[in-house]
């Protein structure tokens, strides 16, 4: 069966959209060429941290002060985590593998930022858990479940 007329033009529609646009956002694309310089760069543990914590100094001033207290949180409760940058994004690490990151809300032009585990984490619950958090706001009970996840996370 051949497609119709209006089904002809819709696809060659979304395909000159596409080329417009392009595939990716500007922001996934800015992402994608911080990921490239970060695999090219051969820098030592005290560098990577340096780097992470010259990242969150760049954010604006809601997303540097939960950038700050999440890290915080995060050295104090897996000291095995190395903190080095991911996408552009502060992440930490364990055996060179991603086990949580913070995305600050300008990143991708969000109304919130994220606090994630990748499935390096050890948080399996199941067939179903939560592996991104929304952040607004950090309270007493936010930063001691963040603890509890960081630390159950690195098992």
């Not at 922001?27 to 911080?34: D, I, L, P, S, T």
Request: proline share 3%; hydrophobic share 45%.
């Amino acid at each position: 069966m051949s497609p119709t007329k209006n089904e002809q033009k819709s696809a060659k529609s979304a395909i000159a959209t596409n080329k417009k646009r392009g595939v990716l956002t500007d922001e996934e694309r800015a992402a994608m060429k911080e990921l490239v310089k970060e695999r090219k760069s051969v820098a030592s543990k005290e560098e990577d941290a340096s780097a992470v914590l010259a990242k969150i100094a760049e954010m604006v001033d809601s997303d540097r002060a939960m950038a700050k207290r999440v890290h915080a949180i995060v050295k104090a409760s897996a000291p095995a985590l190395s903190p080095k940058l991911w996408y552009g994004m502060p992440a930490y690490y364990k055996d060179g593998k991603v086990v949580c990151f913070f995305q600050d809300a300008q990143k991708f032009k969000s109304r919130y930022a994220t606090f994630g585990f990748s499935d390096a984490a050890s948080l399996d619950e199941g067939g179903l858990w939560p592996v991104a958090f929304a952040l607004k706001e950090l309270t007493v009970a936010t930063e001691a479940r963040i603890s509890a996840l960081v630390k159950k996370a690195v098992g």
